[in-house]
C-alpha cells in the first residue's frame, strides 16, 4: 500500500513539473526560486548592435559597513547590466562610471535593489556607491570589460 502511494506521488509531480500550456518562450518565468538568486553572467547576442549582454550581481555589506560584497567584476563589451542588492540599513546605490560613462542607479533602502545599466566598449570601470560619502569611505570597486 505504501509503495502504490510512492508511486502516485511521484506520477503527480511528475506530471506537475511540465508546467503549463503557455506557448511563451520565457525562461525567466519559471518558478524556481533558486535560479533568481544568483544569476550568472550571461551573454545574448539578440539584438541591434550584436554586442554581448552581462548581468552581474552585487550587494551591499549587511552590517552597515561602506563596502560591497566584490571589489572586482569582469564582463564582455556591450550592454552591462549590475543589480545591487542592499540587506543593509543604511541607503545605498550602484554606480558606474569611466571611458565617458556616468549612470548611477536609485538608492535604496534595506531588501531594495539599485540598477544601472549602460553600453561599454573593453577597458577599465569603476563601480561605486553615489550616496554621499560613500564612495570616498571606500565603497567601490573595478570592472573590466573585455
Known sequence: ????????????????GC?????SDDSSASSDTTASQAPAPTTDSGGGGGGATTDLQLAADESGALKFDK?????KAGKVTITMDN??????????EG?????????VSMDGKSVVTADLKPGSYTFYCPVDG?????????????
Open 134 to 146: 560613500h564612495k570616498a569611505a571606500g565603497m567601490e570597486g573595478t570592472l573590466t570589460v573585455k
Open 87 to 96: 540587506p543593509s540599513p543604511v541607503p545605498h546605490a550602484v554606480g558606474l
Open 1 to 16: 500500500m505504501k509503495r502504490t502511494a510512492l508511486i502516485a506521488a511521484i506520477a503527480a509531480l511528475a506530471v506537475a
Open 71 to 75: 571589489s572586482s567584476l569582469e564582463a
Open 99 to 107: 571611458n565617458g560613462v556616468d549612470e548611477d542607479g536609485k538608492t
Open 19 to 23: 508546467g503549463s500550456d503557455d506557448s
